[in-house]
Nanobody
Framework: QVQLVESGGGLVQSGGSLRLSCAAS????????MAWYRQAPGKERELVAR???????SYADSVKGRFTISRDNAKNTMYLQMNSLKPEDTAVYYC???????????WGQGTQVTVSS
C-alpha cells in the first residue's frame, strides 16, 4: 500500500508564494506519472499540473507561468512551486501518483491553500 503525505499548504496573501510537497512511500514498484489536482468549494476537482517519469510536464492554462512542478525520483517526492498566487487559486490541493507495473492510482489526503485578497 502506497502512502502519500502532502505538506506546504497554508494561508498567503495575493501575490505570495507557497511550495507544496508530496512524498510517496511503501511502493514496491517505480512511481510513474505524478500530478497535482485541486478542488475549490462547489467546484469539480481539476488537474493543475502533471509530471511524467521522464521529467516532461504539462500545466493547466490558469497556472502556466506561475506554477512549477518538479520531482525527485530518488526520494519519490513531487513538488509544486506556486508563485504570484491569486484568490482563485484557493482550494484543497491533492497529489495523485500512478504506480508502474501494478498500474494503480493513489491520492493524497489533500492540503488546503488559501489566498487572501
Amino acid at each position: 500500500q502506497v502512502q502519500l503525505v502532502e505538506s506546504g499548504g497554508g494561508l498567503v496573501q495575493s501575490g505570495g508564494s507557497l511550495r507544496l510537497s508530496c512524498a510517496a512511500s511503501g511502493s514496491r514498484f517505480s512511481i510513474g506519472t505524478m500530478a497535482w489536482y485541486r478542488q475549490a468549494p462547489g467546484k469539480e476537482r481539476e488537474l493543475v499540473a502533471r509530471i511524467y517519469s521522464g521529467g516532461g510536464t504539462s500545466y493547466a492554462d490558469s497556472v502556466k507561468g506561475r506554477f512549477t512542478i518538479s520531482r525527485d525520483n530518488a526520494k519519490n517526492t513531487m513538488y509544486l512551486q506556486m508563485n504570484s498566487l491569486k484568490p482563485e487559486d484557493t482550494a484543497v490541493y491533492y497529489c495523485r501518483v500512478v504506480v508502474l507495473v501494478e498500474a494503480t492510482v493513489y491520492w493524497g489526503q489533500g492540503t488546503q491553500v488559501t489566498v487572501s485578497s
